[in-house]
């Protein structure tokens, strides 16, 4: 049986900053401080996706 593949990228919720951070903040916390290399990746997105989630300082009024 053959399953069919999307090949459209599905859209996900943004999140807002704080939602990202508290993320950020529990993968520290689950890791004890040292994270692994899959943590580290996960870190890594996570710190682009709260970037691009914060607001701009040049854009506040």
Known sequence: MLHDM????E?????SAEQVNE???ALWFRSGGTL???E???YQRLVLE????S???TQVA
């Open 50 to 53: 709260w970037a691009a989630a």
């Open 23 to 25: 993320e950020i903040r």
């Open 36 to 38: 692994s290399m899959e």
């Open 55 to 57: 607001p701009d300082p």
């Open 11 to 15: 859209t996900t919720a943004e999140r």
């Open 40 to 42: 580290r990746r996960e």
């Open 6 to 9: 999307s090949t459209t990228p």
